[in-house]
């Protein structure tokens, strides 16, 4: 663009020059000619008027010239404008791609870490749930649904510490299936197996508090952890098992079979010395010692007898 202007603007000075020339020597011939032919003022008055008529030519020329050169000039000077006008949006639009890229890129990454987050979450959950899963596997006793003997070994020191911190009660309850050898041996170990999953069902039922945890100690015996409750309030819940049971039948196939159940009773209350292996152990005695004496009944043993027996020993 600019070359073609420069050669217009050339071509046209070279055309005005040309012509300037021209007229020049058409003047000096016209002068010429008439100092030749005839000299008079008149001529002299004629010549005057050519001269001033070349003049005011050349100077419209000029006029024209220095007006298409300033048109030129300003032409260039827009576009020139113009083309700097494009370079800023070009840059300004070169600056901000950059931006643009990093503003998404920061998106992504928000993105990802969203989606790492929330899978880290689920795995966490599932972790959770496995570790709910092994819990239960660990401490519930398949058959019965209650606790096992590894809970219940874990929670009658946990009860003890507690008993003795807070320095209230703690019974133990042993519970025992009257001759279930009889009933595995005469119906099955199938119909033995469901008359456990029934008595763990009344166990459930006579346990009024979320603190008193029932456990499966093994075979057809059970053990049931009372906390902050005494010999009384333990003797009179052994007391509405038993009774539970022993007015209930069992209902297996097309067998009608009737239960009974025997319960032993220790209570701790602080006695200096004293482990939970000897709760367990008062319990078992008593347990033994309605067993021996009929059967179907609550008996209790004091741990201070124990204690007595156990000091004599030594």
Known sequence: MKLMNALKLAALFFIILLIEILLAELSIWIIVWIDLTIFDPAISNSTFT?????????????????????????????TSQNQLIKS??????????????????????ELMVQERTLELNIALQEL?????????????????????RRFYDQKILAEHRRSRRNLTS??????????????????????????????????????????DIACRYGGEEFCLILPETDSLGARSL???LRLAVNSD??????????????????????????????????????????????????????????????????
């Open 50 to 78: 050519l001269y001033n008529l070349s003049f005011w030519m050349n100077g419209l020329l000029l006029t024209i010239l220095f007006s298409y050169l300033y048109f030129l000039i300003q032409s260039n000077k827009l």
């Open 88 to 109: 800023d949006e070009f840059e300004t639009s070169g600056h901000n791609i950059p931006g643009l890229l990093q503003e998404e890129q920061q998106e992504q990454l």
């Open 128 to 148: 959770e749930s496995a570790n709910r899963e092994l819990a239960t596997i660990t401490t519930i006793d398949e058959l019965s649904g209650l606790y096992n």
């Open 170 to 211: 703690l019974s133990l309850v042993l519970v025992d299936i009257d001759h279930f050898k009889c009933v595995n041996d005469t119906y099955g170990h199938l119909a033995g197996d469901y008359c456990i999953v029934w008595l763990a069902e009344k166990i459930k039922q006579c346990l009024g508090r979320s603190s």
């Open 238 to 240: 052994a007391e509405d």
């Open 249 to 314: 039948v069992i209902h297996y196939q097309e067998l009608k079979l009737s239960l009974t159940i025997s319960c032993g009773i220790s209570t701790y209350q602080q006695q200096k010395g004293l482990l939970p292996e000897h709760i367990f152990s008062a319990a078992d005695e008593a347990l033994y010692l309605a067993k021996n004496n009929g059967r179907n009944q609550v008996q209790q043993k004091d741990l201070l007898e124990i204690t007595n027996s156990e000091e004599q020993l030594i």
